[in-house]
Nanobody, 122 residues
Framework: QVQLVESGGGLVQPGGSLRLSCAASGNIFSISAMDWYRQAPGKQRELVATITSGGDTNYADSVKGRFTISRDDSRNTVNLQMNSLKPEDAAVYFC????????????????WGQGTLVTVST
Protein backbone atom coordinates (compact mmCIF):
# COMPACT_ATOMS: atom_id res chain seq x y z
CA GLN A 1 0.00 0.00 0.00
CA VAL A 2 0.97 3.60 -0.58
CA GLN A 3 0.13 6.56 1.62
CA LEU A 4 0.40 10.29 1.09
CA VAL A 5 0.64 12.49 4.18
CA GLU A 6 0.39 16.27 3.96
CA SER A 7 1.77 18.73 6.47
CA GLY A 8 2.35 22.45 6.83
CA GLY A 9 -1.17 23.82 6.90
CA GLY A 10 -2.27 26.39 9.44
CA LEU A 11 -3.44 29.92 10.04
CA VAL A 12 -1.76 32.77 8.22
CA GLN A 13 -2.58 36.44 7.72
CA PRO A 14 -3.35 37.80 4.27
CA GLY A 15 -0.11 38.48 2.45
CA GLY A 16 1.71 35.79 4.39
CA SER A 17 3.33 32.56 3.28
CA LEU A 18 3.00 28.86 3.99
CA ARG A 19 4.85 25.82 2.72
CA LEU A 20 2.93 22.58 2.34
CA SER A 21 4.68 19.25 2.08
CA CYS A 22 3.42 15.83 1.09
CA ALA A 23 5.36 12.65 1.65
CA ALA A 24 4.63 9.36 -0.07
CA SER A 25 5.45 6.10 1.68
CA GLY A 26 4.93 2.41 1.12
CA ASN A 27 5.99 -0.09 -1.51
CA ILE A 28 6.70 2.55 -4.12
CA PHE A 29 8.35 1.69 -7.40
CA SER A 30 7.83 4.96 -9.25
CA ILE A 31 5.90 8.22 -9.01
CA SER A 32 4.72 10.02 -12.12
CA ALA A 33 2.75 13.27 -11.89
CA MET A 34 2.16 14.89 -8.52
CA ASP A 35 -0.49 17.52 -7.88
CA TRP A 36 -1.95 19.80 -5.28
CA TYR A 37 -5.71 20.32 -5.15
CA ARG A 38 -7.81 22.40 -2.82
CA GLN A 39 -11.40 22.45 -1.72
CA ALA A 40 -13.06 25.37 0.01
CA PRO A 41 -16.33 24.98 1.93
CA GLY A 42 -19.26 24.66 -0.44
CA LYS A 43 -17.04 24.52 -3.51
CA GLN A 44 -15.75 21.80 -5.78
CA ARG A 45 -12.23 20.49 -5.46
CA GLU A 46 -9.96 22.31 -7.87
CA LEU A 47 -6.52 21.64 -9.27
CA VAL A 48 -3.97 24.13 -7.96
CA ALA A 49 -0.65 22.94 -9.38
CA THR A 50 0.90 19.97 -11.16
CA ILE A 51 4.45 18.76 -11.57
CA THR A 52 5.44 15.95 -13.92
CA SER A 53 8.18 13.41 -13.38
CA GLY A 54 10.30 15.52 -15.69
CA GLY A 55 9.77 18.63 -13.60
CA ASP A 56 7.33 20.45 -15.86
CA THR A 57 4.85 22.51 -13.90
CA ASN A 58 1.41 23.96 -14.46
CA TYR A 59 -0.67 26.24 -12.26
CA ALA A 60 -4.22 27.43 -11.91
CA ASP A 61 -4.54 31.01 -13.11
CA SER A 62 -5.59 32.10 -9.64
CA VAL A 63 -2.24 31.11 -8.10
CA LYS A 64 0.23 31.82 -10.91
CA GLY A 65 3.12 33.93 -9.71
CA ARG A 66 2.31 33.28 -6.06
CA PHE A 67 2.56 29.50 -5.63
CA THR A 68 5.45 27.23 -6.55
CA ILE A 69 5.27 23.45 -6.74
CA SER A 70 8.41 21.34 -6.41
CA ARG A 71 9.33 17.72 -5.83
CA ASP A 72 12.16 15.73 -4.32
CA ASP A 73 12.18 12.30 -5.88
CA SER A 74 14.87 11.06 -3.50
CA ARG A 75 12.41 11.56 -0.66
CA ASN A 76 9.16 10.96 -2.60
CA THR A 77 7.88 14.36 -1.59
CA VAL A 78 6.05 17.20 -3.27
CA ASN A 79 5.93 20.71 -1.86
CA LEU A 80 3.80 23.77 -2.42
CA GLN A 81 5.27 27.14 -1.51
CA MET A 82 2.44 29.62 -1.15
CA ASN A 83 3.23 33.33 -1.02
CA SER A 84 1.07 36.44 -0.95
CA LEU A 85 -1.82 34.42 0.42
CA LYS A 86 -5.32 35.77 0.03
CA PRO A 87 -8.49 34.95 1.97
CA GLU A 88 -9.78 33.14 -1.10
CA ASP A 89 -6.85 30.71 -0.87
CA ALA A 90 -8.31 29.30 2.33
CA ALA A 91 -9.23 25.66 1.81
CA VAL A 92 -8.31 22.10 2.59
CA TYR A 93 -5.31 21.28 0.41
CA PHE A 94 -4.84 17.75 -0.88
CA CYS A 95 -1.87 16.19 -2.59
CA UNK A 96 -2.32 13.53 -5.24
CA UNK A 97 0.18 11.34 -7.04
CA UNK A 98 0.25 8.69 -9.74
CA UNK A 99 2.14 5.86 -8.10
CA UNK A 100 3.26 2.41 -9.16
CA UNK A 101 4.21 -0.21 -6.62
CA UNK A 102 6.95 -2.79 -6.46
CA UNK A 103 4.35 -5.51 -6.95
CA UNK A 104 2.90 -3.91 -10.12
CA UNK A 105 5.51 -1.50 -11.49
CA UNK A 106 3.73 -1.13 -14.84
CA UNK A 107 0.49 0.14 -13.35
CA UNK A 108 0.02 3.65 -12.01
CA UNK A 109 -2.80 4.38 -9.60
CA UNK A 110 -3.95 7.71 -8.24
CA UNK A 111 -3.32 8.11 -4.52
CA TRP A 112 -4.69 10.95 -2.43
CA GLY A 113 -3.62 12.40 0.87
CA GLN A 114 -6.04 13.18 3.68
CA GLY A 115 -5.72 16.95 3.32
CA THR A 116 -4.33 19.81 5.37
CA LEU A 117 -6.27 22.94 6.30
CA VAL A 118 -5.08 26.38 5.27
CA THR A 119 -6.81 29.35 6.86
CA VAL A 120 -6.09 32.88 5.67
CA SER A 121 -7.51 35.45 8.03
CA THR A 122 -6.68 38.41 10.22
Amino acid sequence: QVQLVESGGGLVQPGGSLRLSCAASGNIFSISAMDWYRQAPGKQRELVATITSGGDTNYADSVKGRFTISRDDSRNTVNLQMNSLKPEDAAVYFCRADVSTIATPWRYLAVWGQGTLVTVST
